[in-house]
């Protein structure tokens, strides 16, 4: 079965600062790899996605991921982070079933931006 | 444009009491709908999914059932409330491979 590990569990990076979140998954065949942002209270906000080809891929709000097979990784990056990214981060990969298609999240990384 | 609704917002329930939370998605035709539970500081745990009207698939046993009794309606139900049941609830629909649009959610605290 696949699975998504963020092994952070809270981050606190400077506004200005550049950032990563680290997210590794385990997946037997090519992943289908998402990023989604939570601000609270609200639904999960799709920020970029990796589904074949180039292994670096650009999504909204500056905010960039690179797939790396050797490393079963997908790490989000941001080179200069704003106080409005301060939000939860989720990491999830998606698998075929039948005619459906489904996504397993990470836990999520709470990212606090200070002024 | 496709947009996903669901409500309502909050709702604060008593133990053992029913509940009924709704979603509808506009603009679009035939989609993938999906449940989702959000615990407190918790990921987010699939509950059921549907491919289509009267197709149900539940992912977790659990106190709750849903169905879908229109293209674009789906509903979330229980017969009696636990504490345990308290959450974030979110749906979600989708039509293209995996990438999956998510509602505003409903907050339940089962009291």
């Known amino acids: 079965a696949q699975s998504v590990t963020q092994p952070d569990i809270h981050i606190t990076v400077s506004e200005g600062a550049s950032l990563e979140l680290r997210c590794n998954y385990s997946?037997?065949?090519?992943?289908?790899l998402f990023w989604y942002v939570q601000s609270p209270g609200q639904g999960l906000q799709l920020l970029l996605k990796?589904?074949?080809?180039?292994?670096l891929v650009q999504g909204i709000k500056g905010f960039e991921a690179e797939f790396k097979r050797s490393q079963s990784s997908f790490n989000l990056r941001k080179p200069s982070v704003h106080w409005s990214d301060a939000a939860e981060y989720f990491c999830?990969?998606?698998?075929?079933?039948?005619?459906?298609?489904?996504?397993?999240f990470g836990t999520g990384t709470r990212l606090q931006v200070t002024l | 444009s496709q947009t996903i609704h669901q409500w309502p917002a909050t709702l604060v329930q008593p133990v053992g009491s029913p509940l009924s939370l709704e979603c509808t998605v506009e603009?679009?035709?035939?989609?993938?709908l999906y449940w989702y539970r959000q615990a407190a500081g918790r990921g987010l745990q699939l509950l059921f999914y549907?491919?289509?009207?009267?197709?149900i698939s539940s992912e977790v046993p659990q106190n709750l059932s849903a169905s879908r009794p229109q293209d674009r309606q789906f509903i979330l139900s229980s017969k009696k409330l636990l504490l345990s049941d308290s959450g974030f609830y979110l749906c979600?629909?989708?039509?293209?491979?995996?990438?999956?649009?998510f509602g505003p959610g409903t907050r339940l605290t089962v009291l």
């Open positions: 990796y589904f074949s080809g180039d292994t």
């Open positions: 603009g679009t035709s035939n989609p993938n």
């Open positions: 549907s491919v289509g009207i009267g197709q």
């Open positions: 999830a990969v998606g698998v075929q079933t039948g005619t459906a298609s489904k996504l397993t």
């Open positions: 979600a629909w989708t039509r293209t491979v995996h990438e999956q649009f």
């Open positions: 997946y037997g065949a090519t992943p289908y």
